[in-house]
């Protein structure tokens, strides 16, 4: 990785504050039973005296009256309601909180506000010029695209302003040492210096731009910029709301025996608690809270408070009782002999319907006789791949806000998928349909861990619409740094044992892949994740056979579940270096090894909906060309055996495929009676700006340009209770599903505005065009509101879809079953239609996923190894991805960036660790744990290829997720490039390097 690891020196850190950190809990044999914290006797409130205290805000005095242990970031936030300062780790990693004191970026969650006294504070709400023009920063940040989610993007600004004061002419190497401690989780680094320099050099107007194709301006990309872009932890309520703390399980593995809440019940200032036998019965094998603790971190009982002092102090004075059983944690032993105690009755094995027992699989794949086809290769190539537990540290923690009226729930929540989550909340509580509303309007970065699509992952939710209700009170639940890293889903650790068989020239004979996943105490999406890594190794070579046999086993360490990619990284890991392996026993450029043997048009894919779809408009082997010429491959590759000195160049390179999604997705666009075009877009807004790039598709489509779509279009997104229904927002899936349905509701719409003209008017509706809120043919121009006037309302037909290409055989992942949809709205759609646009005419649209529609991608990296240590540099990144057709050229860029640099994280540094006698995890913190910061990542460059599939919008495949794929083989290959020496085992850390040469005898 690069030496440049040091980062946060930058800000001048003031009194850190402190956290009690009594101890809860006290072994015994078997038992662990709670104890006071020291002192606690005594059940008074935790109420500290507050004191007079003047911030000077922004040029402006502020009196306020705070305890001495408020932190600046908090005074800030909930006392003078700025909360365009983010808050990220709360514990000074992360950078979210950056505002300038008299001019110095300091982390404000690390100050106290009573420090700041007497100082001049800067906030993002102040950087704008007098006439409320933006600052130079902040159109550089909108012209660039600088924001993903834009969580950490007010905080970035702010460590940039202050770089700018200081030096107006920054290198690009001091912007990234400048920012090194803001964190961005989504990866937009690159346009994030992009942005700084732009702005340093003075901006010039962008240039216009297509909507379709190019760079327009994204919707909320204003709001990111200013902090007036609402995340859920900025939610404030005119009732104000209590905060919430969840009591978790010290041990991987005990019974719960008993839980005395009443020294809580006796603390002023508590309002609510909620034990685990209070969670209401449910179909799955996790609740939001668990009388059987089944991983350290698991949830057991609640408290909601005044305060969130309060709400902690209160949890150090529950007392519990735990019956601790034998942990379970090496799931190859389970699988061979079992384990003494289960982690679920039913059986080892985590099914796609619950436990089962260990000689059963989770999943299978297979195409013809793979023992025979093996047989006839000259050789079999054997190898075993090991991945890690990964975190998936989005800059904004986990939050909701639950507010009951009646029972009517809504939820301000940080959830990816908000027409579902709603779905199964009502189901885990046992609320009428249409009970629950959920609003996501903006969350600071996804990447799976906020996707609530099965009742095991309503957690967070779930506790705090409980404690609303009994509180009778709206409540507020935001997690700690440490919960945000293993209170929920992680991305599993896989084991791959990969057979292929191979003849002398190339061909392949056959692929045989065993995976095992410890997939921690619940299986959440293991089973998915277990059938799509599948996908992973099935659908990229030619093979004359196949087959691909899948475990997820219980065990009792973090639960993983869907983190960007799906299963893909690990599973293109495990291949990728193996393929590399069977090129070289052919002494083959790795290359031309690929370029023969990958699969293409007219080839038959492997998939979880079992059908064997025919491969269409494969990009693949032009993202193998077009990156093997940006990186030189044919000049620079040499054999492994022809490299000498101290420091040795290599080259690797990796390709894949990936899904373009899953399920089914709706479209609507309503035209109200005064013109006025609404278009509800269900995709939750992650930061992929799946949603800028849906709305662009439609105003397109429509004929509107980017102003008129500020002043003609009502954009809406990301709230279940206003928008179409959509499944969930995951898989690649924004723009090629919900986009296509929204196409298909907007060439609806076109439709119908012509026929209303034609009726009008007498003419044919073939006679006229849609343009800019007009119909316009047979010599007349009508406003949208003259042909509304004339139209039918409402639903009138069935949604549009293209026969051919938008109705396909979907997975239903509750069941594991195949099942084949009916092309028709969800009914929260039309009950949304109903309710809200029964006076418009309507354009609906549908799709269910075409399996058919692939993203391809090949990825190489350029690293140096240095052999007497085994440190090494990744020098260059080249990323060449099939995207089908570009709808948002920023967007895409974006994507690869930010899906190359998470994929960097992974593949070389990332690794939660988790102590293998306890199942406690050893370095929940960011500084310990290690995401790429702004030093770390090289020169990344993104190739586009655009090969259109008949199923998308305008072609468009998926591709958020492609990209992460890139780096742990392409990284792997190029070090065995360089060094001769393998690594099977990611993260690729010195370390490993280290111990590799040492062991082949090759450290110099
Ligand atoms: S550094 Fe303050 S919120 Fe992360
Ligand atoms: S845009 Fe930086 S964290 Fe999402």
Redesign the pocket.
Same mark, same amino acid.
């Given at each position: 990785m690069a030496d440049s690891v040091s980062r946060r020196t930058f800000v001048k850190i003031g009194a850190a504050m402190g956290v009690a950190g009594a101890a809860l809990f006290k072994a015994g044999q078997h038992a662990w039973r709670a104890i006071a914290a020291p002192g606690a006797a005594d059940v008074a409130a935790n109420v500290i005296e507050k004191h007079p205290l003047t911030l000077n805000v922004n040029g402006q005095a502020h009196p306020l009256q705070v305890e001495d242990r408020r932190t600046l970031?908090l005074a800030l936030r909930e006392d003078l309601n700025l909360t365009g300062t983010k808050?990220?780790?709360?514990?000074?990693?992360?950078?979210? !909180?950056t505002v300038l004191l008299d001019g110095e970026p300091v982390?404000? !969650?690390?100050m106290l506000a009573r420090d700041a006294e007497g100082r001049q504070v800067a906030t993002i709400e102040g950087i704008a010029g007098a006439d409320g023009a933006l600052h130079p920063l902040q159109q550089a940040w909108v012209d660039k695209m600088a924001s993903q989610c834009g969580h950490c993007s007010p905080g970035m600004i702010m460590s940039a302003v202050a770089l700018l004061h200081e030096n107006p002419k920054p290198t690009e190497a001091d912007v990234k040492q400048a920012l090194g401690g803001n964190l961005c989780r989504c990866g937009n680094y690159p346009k994030e210096v992009e942005a700084v320099l732009a702005a340093a050099a003075g901006n010039v107007p962008k240039p216009e731009t297509p909507l379709v194709g190019g760079r327009a301006r994204t919707l909320d990309a204003v709001n990111k910029c200013t902090g007036t872009a609402h995340y859920t932890c900025d939610v404030r309520l005119p009732e104000g709301m209590l905060h919430t703390k969840v009591l978790r399980s010290p041990v991987a593995h005990a019974s719960v025996s008993g839980v005395d809440f009443s020294r809580v019940n006796r603390l002023a200032g508590v309002k609510a608690t909620l034990n685990w036998d209070e969670v209401p019965n449910y179909a799955s094998d996790r609740r939001f809270l668990n009388g059987k603790a089944r991983y350290v971190g698991d949830g057991i009982c609640a408290v909601a408070a005044e305060d969130i002092y309060t709400a902690q102090h209160a949890l150090e004075l529950i007392e519990l009782d735990l019956e601790q059983h034998d942990p379970v944690f090496d799931a190859e032993r389970v699988l061979r002999q079992g384990s003494a105690v289960l982690v679920h009755r039913g059986g080892e094995v985590a099914g796609f319907v619950g436990p089962q027992a260990r000689d059963k699989n989770t999943i299978q794949f297979a195409r013809g006789e793979i023992e025979k086809a093996l047989k006839e290769g000259d050789f079999v190539v054997e190898g075993r791949y090991v991945t890690q537990l990964q975190c998936h540290v989005p800059i904004e923690p986990h939050c909701v806000v639950a507010k009951w009226e009646g029972e009517k729930l809504t939820l301000w929540n940080s959830e990816q998928s908000p027409h579902n989550c709603a779905h199964v909340m009502e189901k885990v509580l046992k609320l009428p349909e249409g009970s629950v509303r959920v609003i996501a309007t903006h969350i600071g970065g996804g990447f799976g861990g906020k996707c609530t699509d099965s009742p095991g992952k309503t957690l967070y939710q779930g506790i705090a619409a409980m404690l609303a209700k009994k509180a009778g009170r709206p409540v507020r639940l935001e997690y700690t740094n440490k919960e945000l890293m293993f209170a929920e889903d992680t991305r599993n650790p896989m084991h791959f044992e990969m057979r292929v068989g191979v003849k002398k020239d190339g061909r392949i004979t056959g692929i045989d892949c065993r995976a095992v996943q410890p997939t921690g105490g619940y299986a959440s999406s293991g089973p998915p994740v277990c059938a799509v890594a599948g996908e992973g190794v099935m659908n990229t070579y030619r093979a004359d056979a196949l087959r691909y046999t899948a475990y997820a086993v219980y065990t009792n360490t973090p639960v993983g579940g869907e983190l960007r990619g799906f299963g893909h990284p690990q599973a293109v890991f495990a291949l990728e270096t193996h393929m590399d392996k069977v090129a070289d026993l052919l002494n083959l450029d790795p290359l031309e090894f690929r370029l023969q043997q990958h699969l293409r048009d007219g080839d038959k894919l492997l998939t979880v909906e079992g059908e064997a779809s025919e491969i269409r408009n494969s990009g693949l082997r032009e993202c193998l060309e077009r990156g093997a010429a940006a990186i030189n491959w044919r000049a620079k590759w040499q054999h492994p055996s022809k490299k000498t000195g101290r420091l040795r160049r290599g080259l690797g390179v990796r390709m894949s495929q990936e899904h373009s999604g899953r399920d089914m997705s709706n479209g609507v666009i309503a035209v109200r009676p005064d013109g006025r075009v609404v278009v509800p877009i269900g995709y939750g807004n992650l930061g992929t700006q799946s949603h800028s790039g849906i709305a662009f598709i439609v105003a397109d489509a429509l004929g509107f340009t980017r102003e008129q779509m500020d002043t003609m279009i009502e954009f809406r997104w990301a709230d279940s209770g206003t928008t179409a229904w959509d499944f969930v927002a995951d898989a690649s899936r924004g723009i090629h599903c919900q986009g296509k349905a929204f196409q298909n509701a907007a060439l609806d719409l076109k439709q119908k505005l012509a026929d209303a003209a034609a009726k009008m008017t007498g003419a044919s509706a073939a006679a006229f065009t849609v343009r800019s809120g007009r119909v316009v043919g047979a010599g007349r121009n009508l406003s949208f509101a003259d042909v509304v006037a004339k139209a039918p309302r409402g639903i009138q037909s069935a949604p549009a879809f293209n026969p051919a290409q938008d109705v396909n055989k979907i997975l239903n992942e509750e069941t594991g079953q195949v099942v084949q949809p009916e092309p028709k709205l969800h009914p929260h759609t039309v009950k949304l239609i109903e309710r809200e646009f029964s006076d418009c005419l309507i354009g609906s649209g549908f799709y269910a996923y075409n399996p058919a529609a692939k993203g391809w991608g090949a990825g190489f990296a350029e690293v140096e190894v240095d052999m007497e240590s085994g440190r090494y540099r990744v020098l260059h990144l080249v990323m060449a991805h099939d995207v089908g057709k570009i709808i948002h050229l920023d967007g895409v860029e974006a994507q690869i960036h930010g899906g190359g640099i998470f994929g960097l994280g992974y593949g070389t540094m990332e690794e939660l660790q988790v102590d293998p006698h306890s199942g406690v995890p050893v370095n929940p913190a960011l500084q310990w744990y290690r995401p790429v910061t702004m030093l770390d990542y090289p020169p990344i460059t993104p190739v586009i290829v655009e090969k259109p599939d008949p199923a998308g919008p305008l072609g468009a495949k998926g591709m958020g997720e492609n990209p992460v794929f890139n780096a742990a083989p392409a990284v792997a290959n190029a070090i065995y490039n360089a060094a001769g020496v393998r690594i099977d085992e990611i993260p690729l850390t010195w370390v490993r390097v280290n111990d590799a040469l040492r062991k082949a005898g090759r450290l110099m």
């Open positions: 970031m808050r990220g780790c709360n514990v000074g990693q992360c950078g979210a !909180c982390y404000s !969650c690390m």
